[in-house]
């Protein structure tokens, strides 16, 4: 039985097909059907024949706004023009690895090695985004401080140059004899 050869795939190529939606990494079916090496209409037609394998937190269709944001990202044909009649459906980390269970094929479970690392580097760098955003927010919460201080300083000196620039009149001698 021979191995039917799998499309070429690095990790930093795939993470760039997993998109956030709804507050999830998601990959769309398109590009999972495309990296299991069948297409997207087999690729779907197994995963309606298995729908205990996939829910709702596992696969989630797009509605029309998500799909329509999508299109402008990804190039996707315009219904009515040999494109898709249906909308995406999404695929979470866990969805894309059991769709490598429905397709049993030797390409599919191949592939799914590398969406599992696809997702593992997308999170990583996620979190060093997330820490770099808190090292931020320290910064500016130091700078706020010190600016504050720096304020309070710059309103003091400028007080005292006022007093300075209108010195008190001296104290004027009664006239006549005392």
Do not use: W
Not at 37 to 51: A, D, G, I, L, S
Not at 59 to 69: N, S, V
Not at 82 to 97: K, Y
């Amino acid at each position: 039985m021979g191995r039917k050869k799998i499309a070429s795939v690095d990790v930093t190529q795939l993470a760039a097909r997993i998109h956030r939606v709804r507050g999830l990494n998601v990959i769309l079916d398109s590009d999972l059907a495309s990296l299991y090496c069948v297409t997207t209409k087999r690729f779907n037609e197994q995963v309606r024949r298995n729908p205990g394998r996939f829910p709702q937190d596992f696969m989630f269709r797009l509605t029309a706004d998500e799909a329509e944001a999508l299109r402008s990202q990804i190039a996707t044909s315009k219904q009515g023009r040999g494109g898709r009649r249906n909308f995406p459906q999404a695929f979470t980390e866990h969805g894309a690895i059991m769709a490598a269970g429905v397709l049993n094929s030797t390409a599919a479970i191949d592939v799914s090695i590398y969406v599992v690392r696809a997702f593992v580097a997308m999170r990583a760098a996620l979190a060093g985004h997330q820490e770099i955003g808190k090292r931020l927010d320290e910064l500016e919460a130091r700078l706020e401080q010190k600016l504050a201080t720096h304020d309070r300083a710059i309103a003091e000196i400028l007080s005292a140059i006022r007093g300075l620039m209108n010195p008190p009149s001296p104290p004027r001698r009664p006239i006549g004899f005392s």
